[in-house]
């Protein structure tokens, strides 16, 4: 990863060279990602108003439940129409509540130089969330530990185009259920100084969360800043549980962001139409986020759908096809209608292992993403089996994939064009241009991990594929790591934070 | 590849047992792709009229070169400025003559039901071009011979998606290089009856392939109608040899399509700036067209650029990265400008075996061509080694991606929203979509290659990974092949006419 200007001035003979060269190189971080590209507009205006008009006749006519008492009060008292646990609002007073949420919006890092801005032409790519299992440095399938969480939040702090740390980036399977949100937190903030997820699977563990960004932060800060991004399901269809809504309450009243995101699966828990679906995750999503501006007027809020269809022959969800590129793409569209920031995903497959087709399926995600001009791309990196499995061979690879989308969607320069033309003049026909003053300031996208020398060089250096390629990157990228400062005494208190909350909460298995 | 209403119905038990399924399923031949989204417009219109500008002043006033005598004579008695080699045209005479160049054409088969319709709205997908090697069912690297050759037609003709037989998907190296063009030709003929596409590297190579069309079409409709698409290339910057123009004034005085290509690498043989190399491009691409038109006013012209940089560490040819994809979405842009069809390349990686990075490299090709409304996506299937080798394993999963993209590009379907919604309220909050009646007649696609099977399944089945999978599948296609009918006399006159031309034709090495 880098630019002709600082990699490529002279041949260093493969990959060996090339990749100790860069051991040498400094580390960069790039900032938010500003598009300098058009989003895709896939349907016709005519088209999203078709599905914004179905979207508002099922909040209308069909409600979506909340299965959370004080959820169904707050909905009460706000003026809606609450049946058992199903909501119904009109039209008018649903968009009213969205358009409290904010456009834009920062999202605080402990490093100010890594706060992100989210909305608008604004991208930033952030890490997976949630597998259970790696596909370790020996390509052998486990269950993931924190020693595992410890080390993807080292590689997505050294990845130029990753601007955040991440939660879950693995699930710590060998520390207690009860227990791991503190460790995720404190991983997140010790070997990354981007900014981090929250917690979500209880309301305790939400205000844990916050606890640790208020020792971060300071209370007054964290309380009125975004300093979270988290995730919320929907158990589509059509409903909201009681332990997202917990963790959305809290973080709501706090000021900090969520991801809204539908669990959508196309034909299973949706219908079989990327355009239905489309209705009935934009009902669910809006639904969520009009209920946080109750709480909390302008609390930043997140549409997000992670595309996925189901194969019917095995009930297993299928990313890397058609559908869930089209349903990304409408995606954004919705996103820009209501004025919220939109939420993709990348790199996500099916596969068992990071084989061709891993490639194929990580792509329909990511380019989609990046086209629909997605302002938070969860999944950027290392997933298989549709969020199972995260390896560690693929996660560096499709790294390196996030930044060549980042130059990707910076777009062309039509600046220099009269000094091409001049240089055009000079070099003739039948000439070359390697050696023109023009070329050699370019900032032509090199991707280190391509594999660009003759079959002869790539034979003699061993064959290696992708794979083998990613888990020796891996590998020396986890041996390079320097952490980021961070104050002793701040490290302290959060250390301190966790041994006596570790104490205090029950050993639950969920 | 099929959809859920005709192969989703039960389950199957794994991969086995749906491609044994599949064998008994018949051969789908899609029609040409008739696109129902919208082509991605990647910069502004003003961005296109300053890339305009900048080539109308490359040929006005550098000149493009035509490095043949009588090409020199045709440029000087159509009135164009003749310096040398030089040929400068006023911007006004160039866009007369690319004006008579037409916006659609069709491209005959011999069998008619699968002539294609080029331009427009329309497109179509088109096999490998030239590799010399293959990957073969042992994922050994060797050359490519006549029998591959024949395989790959084979694959061709049972690709659902693939639409063009092609010329040399990879080039029979064991056939002397005078006598090639005939073998290819017969090769398409015999063993599928879709368009194909003809010999360029020889003059008299080019009137042998239109002699065996007048056998299959007759004289007068092969010289009035399109009845072969062939490519030449540029040597970029600003170069037509004598070579390909040769064959570009057999199949333009003869109506036939040629794709004209400058081979433009970014950064070498082109400015290292994806604006600047459009300039350039678009420059060498129109004065081959306007020249045809020269010869035959309305002989049907494509503006083809094969998308790449250079790496300029090792001067190798670079495929999949951020600049193959924008400037094959700016080229859709100019040639849309100058209502030319637009020839993409989509599937080109330049791995060395079917890895991870060759899924990534391959869509950043693929991607970008369907996006850009490419009315011709060469390489569509199989490439590794940027073009120096195919891959069985991989044109078999890269032919069913394509497929995928002609699901993609047909959209979005909003005429059952109201069907939608009902299905929605019936199957209410909590429910699911899998029994529903929309459900049961939708068209969710499905990549039967994709690994959607547990983990502990795809271990008991051997824990194969794509590149596996991919070489077992091609076995069976070819073992499951069969013959498109042809007429016995048809077939008697080919042979006979390769045979004779074998005996005329010196055995050159060039």
Known sequence: MGTMSDAGKKRRGGHEGRRNARLKAPIVHRGTLV?????????????????????MRIVEEIGVEFRDKESLDIWRNAGADVSDERV???REMLMSLVAEAPEEFDHHARNSDRTVRVGGKNMVFAPSYGPPFVLDFDNNRRHATLE??????????MASAIHIAGGPIVEPVDIP??????HMAYSALKFSDKPIIGAVTARERAEDTMSMMKIVFGDEFASNNTVTTSLINSNSPLV??????????????????????????????????????????????????????IIRPGAPMLFGVPAMTVDLRTGAPVHGCPESALLQLLTGMMARRYKVPHRGIANCSTAKTADLYS???SMWGAFSAVLAGANWITHAGGILESALTLSYSKCILDYEQMDAFYHFAQGYKFDDLDE??????????????LGAAHTRKSDIF???????VTFEQWDAEGRKDAQEIGTEEAKRWLARYEPPPIDPGLDEALLEFVKRRTKELPNRSE
């Open 35 to 55: 598009r300098n590209i058009p989003a895709y507009e896939a349907v016709s205006e005519e088209g999203v108003e078709l599905i914004h008009n179905t979207a």
């Open 88 to 90: 119904r609002v009109s």
């Open 148 to 157: 595992d969480l410890n080390n993807f939040q080292k590689i997505s702090h």
């Open 177 to 182: 259920v009860a227990h791991r949100h503190l």
């Open 240 to 293: 909201w549980d009681a332990t997202m809504l917990d963790a959305l309450k809290v973080y709501a009243a706090n000021n900090q962001a969520v991801l809204c995101s539908p669990f959508s699966m196309v034909a299973a828990s949706t219908p079989a139409s990327t355009v239905g679906t489309m209705a009935v995750v934009t009902a669910e999503a809006l639904m969520a986020i009009a209920f946080t501006q």
């Open 359 to 361: 490639g194929y399926d």
């Open 420 to 433: 091409i033309f001049e240089t055009v003049r000079e070099v003739g026909a039948g000439g070359h241009f």
């Open 446 to 452: 090199i991707l280190e991990h391509q594999n660009n």
